[in-house]
């Protein structure tokens, strides 16, 4: 086992397996990187987290960060409270909490209403609950099918537009990037919400959370964080601050920006196959399979995520952070493949399975560990155990079994 150290911008890096801390410090700097089996880096400076560790798992095939959030503080009455992270993603910036970001005073503004998102919503789930009532004559193919293109349509938004377009939380080769942009593409949240309007939006809700800068405010009440906000035009706050994100990093990713220009036709063409399917090849009647597999089907998909946005921010616990909104919801955490744990991702947003833990009611960290198996995914970024208990005791609501 090799100990290799490296300068990184803002951290002295040091490659050992565990027990990390107590040997970081003992052993000699030096520069250079090693193919070896597990790695750690000591941050430059230490906090009462304990002291500030990266560390990075990883092998020829896959790669796994672990690392404790540098935090530059404000005072905020009593207790000090985290502004950003530690440069574990020297790329990504634009999905860190930003808290001196606040609402100006004044009424809100008019709603301007999208006719053509409103008919489109409201056709599809009146063909949903039509869907409903043929579910009992429908062939058992039928479902297994819906389940099956929901969950490969599911990890589009999930492992892809979310965890690693948005937050870049892990990293994906060649194979699984045209996947999950295919899968996203099965997934059409809404006829311009492609992958990089849709992480635009995202990281403006974490920099602005709860404010009219956040696309989906909670504070505006649960139908309009659910889907309401699809239905009218952006708040300017969105627009002004979300126009001025940094998104360089999609706008370089030539499968991202193909999919935005090809984004109607494709979503359009996607969403005929599922009525085609099965009635092609199981003999599924044309009726049953546009309002089960088509309509039920989608709409189930839409508020299944679109839970992330209401209920996981207004019904839950906020263990990791009681001063954000966003909550721990395992329900959503059923439906929506492992995105339910929200107080802990927006708390750690860069840590590639938005919660503390892996496995666990989570089947979008169960994918990317199995990609990463197959070496097509790495350098999984992962906060470590000490920072998450640092913050909980520092910030945390009592709910967590640690306190
Ligand atoms: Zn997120
Ligand atoms: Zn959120």
Redesign the pocket.
């Known amino acids: 086992m090799k100990h290799i150290w490296a300068n990184t911008r803002h951290s002295q890096q040091v490659q050992l397996c565990i027990p990390f801390k107590s040997r970081v410090r003992k052993e000699p700097r030096r520069a250079g990187w090693s193919d070896d089996t597990c790695t750690v880096s000591q941050a430059s400076q230490e906090q009462d987290d304990g002291p500030l560790a990266t560390r990075v798992i990883s092998s020829k095939r896959s790669t796994t960060t672990i690392t404790n959030p540098h935090s530059w503080r404000q005072q905020d009455g009593e207790e000090e409270m985290p502004l950003q992270a530690e440069d574990i993603r020297p790329e990504m910036r634009e999905?860190i909490y930003d808290p001196t970001y606040q609402d100006e005073e004044g009424p809100p503004p008019k709603l301007e209403y999208v006719w053509r998102n409103i008919i489109l919503m409201a056709l599809l789930h009146v063909g949903a609950l039509c869907g409903i009532t043929l579910v009992p004559s429908c062939k058992v193919y039928t479902c297994l099918f819906g389940v099956f293109y929901n969950m490969v349509a599911g990890l589009g938004i999930t492992a892809g537009a979310?965890r690693l377009w948005?937050?870049r939380t892990y990293k994906a080769h060649l194979p699984l990037r045209i996947f999950l942009i295919i899968a996203n593409t099965m997934a059409f949240q809404a006829l311009d919400n492609d992958v990089y309007e849709w992480a635009r939006d995202?990281r403006a809700h974490?920099k602005f959370s709860e404010t009219h800068a956040d696309p989906h405010n909670s504070r505006r009440g649960f139908f309009f964080s659910h889907v309401g906000w699809l239905l009218v035009r952006k708040h300017p706050a969105v627009k002004e601050k979300g126009g001025k994100l940094d998104m360089s990093d999609l706008k370089a990713e030539k499968l991202v920006m193909f999919q935005r220009r090809c984004y109607k036709p494709a979503v359009t063409l996607i969403f005929i196959l599922p009525t085609l399917v099965p009635w092609h090849f199981w003999g599924e009647t044309f009726r049953h399979s546009l309002l089960i597999s088509t309509f039920l089907r989608h709409v189930i998909l839409l508020n299944f995520t679109w839970l992330v946005n209401s209920a996981a921010h207004l019904y839950g616990l906020r263990p990791y952070d009681r001063g954000i909104g966003a909550r721990e919801n395992p329900l959503v955490s059923l439906a929506s493949l492992g995105e339910g744990f929200h107080n802990y991702?927006h708390a750690f947003?860069y840590d590639y399975s938005?919660s503390e833990y892996r496995w666990h009611i989570n089947f979008t960290t169960f994918f990317i560990d199995c990609m990463a198996a197959l070496g097509l995914a790495y350098d999984r970024k992962r906060v470590s155990k000490a920072a998450v208990l640092a913050r909980i005791k520092r910030t945390g609501d009592g709910s967590h079994k640690s306190s």
Do not use: K, T
């Open positions: 999905d979310h948005s937050h995202h974490h991702h947003p938005v």
